[in-house]
């Protein structure tokens, strides 16, 4: 698809007041991606209504700028907080905290919000240049592959486990016995609800993910009585990266990028996947892997630039196939469908001025967003300077809020308070979180694929080592899986030689 | 109870239910996995790694019982006294009690004085030592707990309790 359509399309929004809706999407999205127990998701179902209004292409578009608005604004409370603006802002806690802590937050929301920028970008510029065929590749993914691939994922664990793998490893399985609570899958078993209705359909995701991680992180914040503040003073001075350090992280940045694209295109898969893979890869390839988890801008470039590619990639199968990439192109779905559209490969034939302006609404989000976020940098970091007693009680309200939102059940409530103790319990274990979070993501997606696939191949294994694509993905995994173990065992072998040479 | 030790059996303790519970469920009705399946090998693997954690937990204490412990002397001691004294548990496990009171009150009494009572009580709880005017408390927290209640319901379309 050439890019002069596209061009022209973005010239029709430069109109004012379009610029106006879109600006005001772009805010919206970015503070309701902002606070914890509230998502993108949330932001565009919310905003839904308000496009009725509107032609297809402006309803649309403005749909899109609260997406990325709310993609890119999850990484605010993540770095400030520690707590997930969205899910697909899980990786960014892991460094971005630390950097904060550290008195760096102005420098780590600078180049969280570059990166999540350049993501959004790369995507935007993939899907206009390649959506069919990267549409084709995301479909020869069958279940075989889907199950090869959320094997890889779950590999992340053992690079997510820090010191202990061991701990790391009991933190994702019980993530993976959290995610198998509810109805089984395939045959509707009800599987560990104790008799309850409420857990017929298993745990919400937002509950689980915000308890564990926003508010088991208030109640430690509560501890430290002393401390009348969450974050020290920030150091504004050079918060942007200067030319030379951005060339550092262009290479980690496209390849993350790429990675929240693939993973995007994959229906069924959406940014927290794509931020988590990305992390592990950039630490893997990373000069210094050991300063990962302490502060290293490497992991918020990863993060952001693969969890903004996915919005350019789930957008692939959306319009080309009209199946949605995840969740939130599931909601643009429905909207493009209450405006009489189709979406599949009749779209590009007969609305192709409809494409083109989606086309171009990604790329004025992109600029949008990075403006307002860049400009709002001082108000978010001073937002911080609230006294601790202020704060944290106005943080857990809105994940009440948040988490009762989703269903309209006091249960959900509940559900983020009990997770928000066994968060805190876990981490005064040295027990990591991210492996938990991992496997409740990922387990009903291994299951469910590989029970899927054995029905399809009549109980055989065979696809998944004959399948080129699964078997790829299934040594990447186990590669994935054994090398922390194998460095871990000749660093302490190297170590033990260096002993005895000493003594 | 070493807390390595303790968290070990407690994780084994879950995964032998975990394994022992699945044998309520049917084993297949007509795919070639079964309800059964992941859950035991969830639980059967949780076992193994909590027992590992554990066998490494007293192996390393043993080795450390030959050796004098690291922050054992004088400034250990006062160091570890230190840290302890900034953190006060009783503050986290007060804020836990206040979110269960609100989750019991929010469908009892509503979102606003639920909401107010909460925010109130609680911003004087993680004041600490420093004293509070009880009226600049409650003015923060009934502006709060409105602005929620307006952008929720009233903005957002979120039907709130």
Not at chain 1, 43 to 64: D, M, N, V
Not at chain 1, 223 to 243: C, D
């Amino acid at each position: 698809m050439s890019a002069g359509p596209v061009a022209e399309a973005i010239q029709v929004f430069l109109a004012p007041d379009l610029l106006l809706w879109l600006l005001v999407g772009a805010a919206a999205g970015i503070l309701i991606g902002a606070l914890p127990g509230l998502t993108a998701v949330m932001a565009i179902t919310i905003l839904l209504p308000f496009t009725f209004t509107q032609s297809a292409e402006r309803g649309l578009a403005i749909l899109i700028s609260v997406y990325t608005g709310g993609m890119s604004g999850g990484l605010i409370s993540a770095i400030l907080l520690r707590m997930p603006g969205t899910p697909s802002s899980i990786a960014t806690t892991f460094d971005g905290y630390p950097m904060a802590q550290q008195g760096r937050a102005a420098r780590a929301m600078g180049v969280g919000i570059l990166a999540s920028f350049f993501g959004t970008v790369v995507g935007a510029l993939l899907l206009t240049l390649a959506a069919p065929p990267l549409a084709r590749f995301a479909l020869s993914f069958g279940s075989f592959e889907y199950f090869a691939l959320s094997l890889l994922a779950l590999s992340v664990m053992v690079s997510l486990s820090g010191k202990s793998v061991l701990k790391g490893l009991l933190s994702g399985l019980l993530g993976l016995w959290i995610a198998s609570i509810g109805s089984d899958p395939v045959e509707a078993v009800p599987r560990f609800t104790l008799g309850l209705t409420e857990l017929q359909g298993g745990l919400a995701l937002l509950p689980v993910l915000v308890g564990v991680f926003a508010v088991s992180q208030v109640l430690r914040e509560s501890e430290h009585v002393n401390k009348a503040y969450l974050l020290p003073p920030t150091n504004y001075r050079g918060f942007l990266p200067s030319l030379r350090e951005l060339r550092a992280h262009v290479g980690n940045a496209i390849r993350s990028a790429l990675i929240g694209v693939y993973v995007g295109a994959l229906p069924g898969t959406g940014g927290d996947v794509a931020g988590l893979l990305a992390y592990d890869w950039a630490r893997r390839r990373s000069r210094h892997p050991e300063r990962f988890g302490q502060g290293a801008e490497e992991g918020v470039v990863a993060s952001e630039s693969a969890n903004n590619g996915v919005i350019g990639g789930a957008l692939i199968p959306t319009l080309t196939l009209g199946i949605p990439g995840n969740a939130a192109t599931a909601i643009l779905l429905a909207g493009l469908t209450i405006h009489g559209l189709n979406p599949g490969p009749f779209l590009f034939r007969d609305h192709k001025e409809l494409v083109y302006s989606v086309f171009a609404a990604v790329f004025i989000s992109a600029f949008l967003v990075l403006v307002v976020q860049l400009l709002g940098i001082r108000l978010f970091v001073g937002a911080l300077q609230f006294p601790k007693h202020v704060l944290l009680p106005v943080v857990l309200m809105f994940c009440f809020l948040g988490s009762f939102a989703l269903n309209n059940r006091i249960f959900d409530i509940w559900v983020l308070i009990v997770f928000g103790v066994l968060g805190y319990v876990l981490e005064r274990g040295g027990f990591p979180l991210g492996p938990l979070v991992l496997g409740v993501i990922l387990g009903p997606i291994a299951e469910n694929h590989l029970r899927i696939g054995l029905m399809t191949s009549m109980g055989s294994f065979t696809p998944l080592f004959a399948r080129p694509l699964s078997l790829a993905i299934l040594v990447l995994a186990v590669a994935s899986f054994l090398s922390p173990l194998v460095r871990e065992w000749q660093q302490r072998r190297a170590a033990c030689r260096k002993g005895a040479a000493l003594a | 109870m070493r807390s390595d030790t303790g968290f070990g059996l407690v994780f084994a303790v879950l995964g032998l239910s975990i394994v022992v519970s699945t044998f309520t469920l049917p084993e297949r009705l007509f795919d070639f996995v079964g309800p059964r399946v992941f859950p035991q090998v969830i639980g059967t693997l949780m076992f193994v790694f909590a027992a590992a954690l554990i066998v490494k937990d007293i192996r390393s204490h043993r080795l450390l019982a030959g050796q004098p412990a690291y922050g054992s002397g004088e400034a250990g001691k006062s160091e570890a006294a230190a840290q302890a004294g900034e953190r006060r548990p009783a503050v986290a496990l007060l804020l836990l009690l206040l979110s269960s009171a609100f989750a019991l009150a929010l469908p009892r009494i509503g979102f606003f004085a639920s909401s107010l009572g909460f925010l109130a009580v609680s911003m004087m709880v993680l004041r600490g030592p420093r004293p509070a005017r009880l009226a600049h408390v409650a003015t923060l927290a009934v502006l709060l707990a409105g602005a929620m209640y307006l952008s929720f319901e009233k903005l957002l379309g979120v039907m709130l309790p």
